[in-house]
C-alpha cells in the first residue's frame, strides 16, 4: 500500500482516537452538570445564575482581565497544580495496571521533605536550592512507595491495601513532626513560614506585564505541564514506558516478551510515588509557603488525584486539563455560594457524579454501540432491498 | 416430512451477517454434518437452534410445524439437545446427578435418584455408552464426560442432537468410539447435526454434508459424491493443498537438550517427572498428547515462564534451565504461545509494538532506553508484508485482527527474530484451513533453512505432517518417540492413552531419549 494512504489512514485513526478518548468524559462533565441543575432547581435555585457566579468565580470577567487582574484565573490554577502532580502520579500507575491509591501519604512525604529542605536550605539562590528541594521531595516520595512496591513485586501484596496503609502511616508521622521537631514557634499545627528565595514565583513575578495584581498560580503548574508532556514521552517512546504499558495491558503477553513484571512494577510504583511527592512539595514552596498538619487541614489532594487521572483517562497530558476543570469547580465553587445562594457542596456532587459517569463508560459505550449497530443493521436491510 | 427445518435464518452481529438467510433440512435417523471454517457461521446457527441466540430473520419448522424457540428450554421441550465444545457438568457431582441437573424427577419433594438412575442406567445400555451412573464425573476421562453430555440430552428426551465440535477434545480411539454411539443413535431414530471443520470425520461419518462459508450456505452434497479435496475447496473458496509436501530432514548439531527435567504445574502437582529430550537443528520433532499431559509445563519451562524443580535445559549447550524468558530470547529461543491473545500479543498494543515485543530493549529497536519508532516501524512494514498480515497500517490495534492474522503477527515476531530454537505450541489453534497451510508452510521453510523446532499440538494430523520425530506425551513423562515413518494415528493414539512401549509397541531411540524410569 502507498505511503500516503497509510498516512490518511493513521490520520483518522487519531482523530477518532481523540475523539473517542475525550468523549466519554466530556459526555461525563455535561451529564454531570445537567443532574447538578436539577438539584439546583429543586432546591428552589437558579441553575444558570449559579453556573455563571461559578465560571465568574474561576475565571474572573473580560473586565478585569482588560486591567491585567487574573486573580480568580490564578486561583484556579493554582488549585489545579497539586491535582495535576497528584493526577499524574495516579495516571502513571494505572498505566501499569496499579492503583496507588494511597498516593496521598507520598504527598505528604513530599510536603515534610520540602517544609524541611526548604527551612535547611533557605541560604542558598532558589535558582540552587529550590530545584534541589524538589528533587528531594520527590524522592521521598517514591521511597514511601517503594515499600509497597517491593512488597507488590516479591509476595503479591495488593498496592491498594498497603498504599493505603503507608498513607495512613504518613499521615501521623508528619503529623508528629509538624507537632514536635518542625514545629512553629508562633502556633500549632503547622511548619515555619519558609524563607521568600525557596518560594516558587508566582506568576504575576514572572510575567508582571501581564499579570498586574497578584496571582495565586506559580511556577508549579508549568512544571507539571513539562512533567505531562515528559511523562507522556518516557510512556510512549521508551523502553521503560513500553514495559510499563505491556504489564498494564496484559502481564502474561509483557512476561513471555522479556519484560520482568517485579521490576516495571517497582519502577511504576516509585514514578507514581515522585510525582505524588512533588505535588505535596509544589504546595508547600508555591502556595502556602509552609506545611500544615494534614489531620487538621484534610486537604487530600491524593484522593482528588483519583478522581482527576480517571476523568483523564490516565492520559498525562489529558490530566493537565481534568485538574484544571476540578481546580476551576474548586474555586468556582465560593463565588457560587456568594452570588446565587448555593451551597458549595452541589459541586462536590458534580463532582462525584462526573466520577461516576466516567466510571460506567461501559454502559455509555454500550449505547453508542448498539446506537451503530442498528444503524448497521438498517444499512445492511437497504443493501438487500 | 424432515425433523428439522431452518429457513432463511439471518443472523447479524455489529459489522457481520453471521447467518444470511441460511436455509438447512434434517431428516429422521440422518445425520448431516455442518462443515465450514472456523468464523463461518455453523455455531451461530446451532445457537439459534438451540434458543440461544434470537434470530433477526428466518423460520424454524419441528416436525412440519413453525416453532418460535426462544430458550434452551423451548429447545429441550420440542425434543432439541446440544452438546456444547466445552462440557457444562459440575465436576464434584456423580454422572446420575449432573444428567437429572435441572430436571430433577421428584416424590413427595425428595429427588427420586433410584428411578433416575435406573433410566440413567437404561439409556446408557440402550445407546451403548457404557457410563456408569454413579461414578464422579471429575473422574471420567474427557471422552466419557461428553458421552455425560450426550446422556444428558437424551434424558431430557433429545431426538434431534447437535454436537458441536466434538471430537476438538478426544483421541482417536474415542472419536471413533463416539462415532459408533452416534451411528447408534441414528439406528434408535434419532437425527444428528454435527458441527466440525474437519474433514475426515465428514467423510467417515456423515449421511450429508452441508458447507457453509461466510454466513451462507455454499454447498450440500454426500461423502459419496465427494473427496477431502473437493470438501475443502466448497469450504474454503478456492484449491487448498491439504498435504504438506516436505523433504526429507537434514538434522544437524542438537540446539535443544532436556535432561531429567521436572516441573511443577499451577496446582503445584507434578506435571514433567523426568523428562528428556532433545531436538536438533533442521528438524521439526512433535508432541503430540492429549491435554493436560505436561505439555504446556513443559513448554513453559523451556521458555523461562516456568521454573524446574530438578534437571537441566540447555541450547546450544548453554545451560538456560534458570533463565527468565529475556534471557531465554537472548539466547535464541523463539516462543508462539498456545494462547495467542493473552500470552502472544498486546491486544491494546498496535502492531508496530506488538512485533517488537520481546527486542524492546535492545538495538536496533532502542539504545540507552529510548526506543527507535522509525527502525521499529520499518521493521514492522517488512515483517508484515513477509508474513502476508492483512491491515491497513502498522498502527492498527492488534486485537482488532482476525484470528489468522493475530498468529501471522506472532509467526512474524518470532521467526522473524532468527532465533536457533521455534517452540510453537498449537500453532495453528482455532485458524482456518488457508491460514493453517500458511503457517505449515513457514514452519517448514524455517526447518528447511536450519532451524531447530519443538511443536506441540492436539491436533494429530498436524503432528503427522509435519514432525520428523515424535513423542507422545503421557502424564508428564515421554511415552514413546515415533520416527514420522513408523507413526500413524492409531499407533499415536495408543501410547496418548497410556499404553506403555513395554507391551510389543516400537520402543524409544536411545540416542535422542534417556529412558525415563517407571514408564509401565
New interface residues.
Given amino acids: 500500500m502507498s505511503e500516503t494512504h497509510e498516512a490518511s489512514v493513521v490520520r483518522e485513526n487519531l482523530w477518532m482516537k481523540a475523539l473517542r478518548t475525550a468523549g466519554v468524559p466530556l459526555l461525563s462533565v455535561v451529564l454531570a452538570m445537567i443532574i447538578g441543575s436539577i438539584i439546583i432547581k429543586a432546591s428552589g435555585m437558579d441553575p444558570l445564575l449559579a453556573w455563571g457566579a461559578l465560571l465568574k468565580g474561576a475565571f474572573g470577567s473580560p473586565d478585569k482581565w482588560a486591567a491585567g487582574n487574573f486573580r480568580e484565573f490564578g486561583d484556579t490554577i493554582g488549585r489545579a497544580t497539586p491535582l495535576a502532580f497528584a493526577g499524574l502520579a495516579l495516571a502513571f500507575g494505572f498505566r501499569a495496571n496499579l492503583f496507588n491509591i494511597g498516593a496521598n501519604g507520598q504527598l505528604l512525604l513530599g510536603s515534610i521533605t520540602a517544609a524541611w529542605l526548604g527551612l535547611v536550605l533557605a541560604g542558598l539562590p532558589g535558582v540552587l536550592s529550590i530545584p534541589m528541594i524538589l528533587i528531594g521531595s520527590a524522592l521521598a516520595g517514591a521511597a514511601w512507595a517503594f515499600i509497597p512496591a517491593i512488597l507488590k513485586a516479591k509476595v503479591g501484596a495488593h498496592e491498594v491495601i498497603t498504599t493505603m496503609m503507608f498513607s495512613w502511616i504518613g499521615l501521623y508521622l508528619t503529623s508528629w513532626i509538624i507537632a514536635a521537631p518542625l514545629k512553629d514557634a508562633a502556633g500549632n499545627s503547622q511548619t515555619p513560614m519558609l524563607a521568600q528565595s525557596v518560594w516558587l514565583p508566582t506568576f504575576d513575578k514572572i510575567l508582571p506585564g501581564l499579570f498586574r495584581t497578584p496571582v495565586n498560580a506559580h511556577l508549579g503548574f508549568v512544571i507539571a505541564v513539562v512533567l505531562a508532556v515528559v511523562v507522556w514521552w518516557v510512556l510512549k517512546r521508551t523502553t521503560l514506558g513500553y514495559g510499563v504499558r505491556a504489564v498494564g495491558f496484559n502481564q502474561w503477553a509483557a512476561q513471555n516478551g522479556g519484560i520482568s513484571i517485579a521490576k516495571t512494577t517497582v519502577y511504576a510504583l516509585c514514578i507514581s510515588g515522585a510525582l505524588a511527592g512533588l505535588a505535596g512539595a509544589s504546595e508547600v514552596l508555591g502556595t502556602n509557603h509552609r506545611m500544615f498538619d494534614e489531620v487538621s487541614a484534610g486537604s487530600g489532594f491524593g484522593f482528588t488525584g483519583i478522581a482527576v487521572a480517571l476523568l483523564a483517562k490516565s492520559h498525562p497530558v489529558a490530566v493537565v486539563f481534568s485538574a484544571l476543570l476540578f481546580g476551576a469547580l474548586s474555586a468556582g465553587a465560593g463565588m457560587m455560594q456568594l452570588t446565587a445562594n448555593v451551597s458549595d457542596r452541589i459541586i462536590m456532587i458534580v463532582q462525584a457524579l462526573i466520577i461516576f459517569f466516567v466510571g460506567a463508560e461501559t454502559v455509555i459505550t454500550w449505547f453508542i454501540k448498539r446506537r451503530q449497530k442498528r444503524a448497521l443493521e438498517e444499512k445492511g436491510a437497504t443493501d438487500v432491498a | 416430512m424432515p425433523i428439522l427445518e431452518l429457513r432463511d435464518i439471518t443472523k ?1 452481529f ?2 457481520v ?1 453471521a447467518n444470511d438467510g441460511v436455509s438447512l433440512r434434517l431428516e429422521r435417523g440422518e445425520i448431516v454434518a455442518l462443515l465450514g471454517e472456523n468464523g463461518a457461521g455453523k455455531s451461530t446457527l446451532m445457537n439459534v437452534v438451540y434458543g440461544l441466540m434470537a434470530p ?1 430473520g428466518g423460520e424454524v419448522f419441528v416436525d412440519g410445524a413453525q416453532v418460535h424457540i426462544k430458550t434452551p428450554r423451548d429447545a429441550i421441550a420440542l425434543g432439541i439437545g446440544m452438546v456444547h465444545q466445552h462440557f457444562m457438568l459440575v465436576q464434584t457431582l456423580t454422572v446420575t446427578e449432573n444428567i437429572i441437573l435441572g430436571h430433577e424427577p421428584s416424590r413427595f419433594g425428595v429427588i427420586d435418584l433410584v428411578s433416575a438412575r435406573s433410566k440413567v442406567s437404561d439409556l446408557s445400555t440402550r445407546y451403548g455408552l457404557k457410563v456408569d451412573p454413579d461414578e464422579r464425573v471429575a473422574d471420567l476421562s474427557v471422552g466419557m464426560q461428553q458421552r455425560v453430555e450426550i446422556l444428558k440430552a437424551l434424558f431430557q428426551g433429545a431426538r434431534i442432537l447437535i454436537l458441536d465440535e466434538p471430537t476438538a477434545v478426544l483421541t482417536p480411539q474415542e472419536v471413533r468410539e463416539l462415532f459408533g454411539v452416534v451411528r447408534s443413535l441414528v439406528a434408535e431414530g434419532l437425527s444428528v447435526v454435527l458441527i466440525t471443520h474437519k474433514l475426515d470425520e465428514v467423510m467417515g461419518v456423515a449421511d450429508r454434508v452441508v458447507v457453509m462459508r461466510d454466513g451462507r450456505v455454499v454447498g450440500e452434497t454426500t461423502p459419496a459424491e465427494t473427496d477431502q479435496v473437493g470438501l475443502a475447496r466448497m469450504m474454503v473458496g478456492r484449491d487448498v493443498v491439504l498435504s504438506v509436501d516436505k523433504a526429507p530432514s537434514k538434522p544437524g548439531e542438537t540446539v535443544l537438550e532436556v535432561r531429567d527435567l521436572a516441573v511443577l504445574d499451577d496446582r503445584r502437582l507434578e506435571a514433567l517427572r523426568c523428562i528428556s529430550l532433545v531436538v536438533r537443528a533442521g528438524e521439526v520433532v512433535g508432541i503430540a498428547g492429549v491435554d493436560g499431559n505436561g505439555q504446556r509445563e513443559l513448554v513453559e519451562a523451556i ?1 523461562g ?1 516456568r521454573k524446574p524443580t530438578s534437571g537441566s535445559i540447555s541450547l546450544r549447550g548453554k545451560d538456560i534451565t534458570h533463565a ?4 531465554t ?1 537472548h539466547a535464541g529461543v523463539s ?1 508462539v ?1 498456545e494462547d495467542r491473545q ?8 498496535d502492531l508496530a ?1 506488538n512485533l ?3 527486542d ?2 535492545d538495538a536496533p529497536y ?1 539504545s540507552a ?3 527507535h ?1 522509525r527502525v521499529i516501524d520499518e521493521t514492522a512494514r517488512e515483517r508484515i508484508a513477509d508474513y502476508d498480515v492483512r491491515t ?5 490495534l492488534a486485537g482488532n485482527l482476525s484470528g489468522g492474522n493475530q498468529q501471522k503477527l506472532v509467526l512474524a515476531r518470532e521467526m522473524g527474530r532468527d532465533p536457533d530454537l521455534l517452540v510453537a505450541a498449537q500453532p495453528t489453534r482455532g485458524l482456518d484451513v488457508g491460514a493453517i497451510e500458511f503457517v505449515h508452510r513457514r514452519i517448514l521453510a524455517e526447518r528447511d533453512s536450519g532451524k531447530a523446532i519443538l511443536l506441540v499440538s492436539m491436533e494429530l494430523d498436524e503432528i503427522m505432517s509435519l514432525s520428523d520425530r515424535i513423542l507422545v506425551m503421557y502424564e508428564g513423562r515421554v511415552a514413546a518417540e515415533l520416527s514420522s515413518e513408523e507413526a500413524d494415528a492409531e499407533r499415536i493414539g495408543y501410547f496418548m492413552t497410556g499404553g506403555s512401549n513395554k507391551d510389543g509397541a516400537p520402543l524409544q531411540k536411545p540416542a535422542t531419549t534417556v529412558a525415563e524410569g517407571g514408564a509401565s
Fill in positions: 447479524i455489529p459489522g451477517r433477526d521458555v515462564l527468565a524468558p529475556h534471557a530470547i516462543h504461545p493473552r500470552r502472544g500479543l498486546v491486544l491494546e498494543f509494538e517488537v515485543l520481546g524492546q530493549s532502542a532506553g529510548i526506543m519508532g491497513p497500517s502498522i498502527r492498527v
